[in-house]
């Protein structure tokens, strides 16, 4: 009894050396590539990669951490983060039907919202004969939809329409995120205000007309001021060459005997 015990600890220490020395497979290694398997496409992959990281280097290496600390694992683990926030998006859109989501969900909901904007503006028609300045004729909308319960909670006012933000947001991450790295509570409410605040409510902005037509005056402006400057360059440019004609070699002016200040000699190879 003896013998077989000694024989099965030494059978069961060298198990356990050999499981020891066994290498384990890195979770962080595993983890980088996984996203990829989600997207299933070298060229999105790469375009994905490549937006990911300049995206953080331009928002955050350049920006504000390199002046705190040289480090370089910060800034990749936020690549790895948001590289797998894009691949489970691109998972996701992969498996919606795009023709039903297009013909029949998409076609739905802009009817259904055509049908209430024009019973609301009968009813407004009704109550006010004279005509209405935009400014006034979107707040009797908004009167007539609040009066029907039809008014989306984010039209109220602008906290209604952050608190929304904030709802969608956290939808959004907890499906899209990994659960380890939502435990941490700063990490998830730094992370919402940053879609709601910098990236969603941009986003919404692109349907005010007020914030298109401001869009569009500045391009037309800059446009305006850059032919100016074309235009300004051409007139310019038989001046200039005049000027290059007549004194081609950069020391001229110095060398000039009636200049004043000190005297430079042009050194000939």
């Known amino acids: 009894m003896k013998r077989k015990a000694a024989a099965y600890n030494n ?12 290498p384990t497979e890195n979770p962080k290694a595993v983890a980088k590539f996984e996203w990829r398997a989600k997207v299933n496409s070298p060229v999105v992959e790469d375009a ?6 300049h995206l953080i280097s331009e928002w955050v290496t350049d920006l504000w951490y390199s002046r705190l600390t040289p480090d370089k694992e910060g800034p990749e683990e936020l690549v790895q983060i948001v590289n797998g926030v894009l691949g489970e998006i691109s998972g996701r859109m992969r498996n919606i039907n795009l023709i039903d989501f297009l013909i029949r969900d998409l076609v739905n909901l802009i009817c259904t919202h055509l049908e209430l904007f024009r019973a609301a503006i009968s009813k407004i028609e009704k109550q006010h004969t004279d005509s209405l300045t935009i400014e006034r ?4 909308l908004k009167i007539v939809l609040a009066a029907e319960d039809k008014l989306h909670p984010a039209l109220f006012s602008s906290e209604a329409e952050h608190k929304v933000l904030q709802h969608l947001m956290n939808g959004l991450m907890s499906v899209t995120f990994k659960s380890e790295d939502l435990q941490c509570s700063f990490f998830r409410y730094i992370v919402r205000e940053l879609l709601a605040c910098a990236v969603m409510r941009p986003v919404l902005n692109l349907a005010n007309p007020r914030f298109i037509n401001e869009r569009i005056e500045s391009v037309v402006i800059n446009k305006t001021k850059a032919n100016k400057g074309v235009d300004a360059a051409q007139g310019l ?5 005049d000027e290059s004609q007549t004194s081609s070699d950069p020391f001229s002016k110095c060398l000039d005997p009636s200049a004043t200040g000190v005297e430079l ?3 000939k190879n």
């Open 48 to 53: 994905i990669d490549h937006f990911t990281r």
């Open 237 to 241: 440019s038989p001046i200039k060459e």
């Open 265 to 267: 000699t042009q050194l």
């Open 11 to 22: 059978k069961s220490g060298s198990t356990s050396i050999q499981s020891s020395k066994k």
């Open 137 to 140: 004729r979107d707040t009797e």
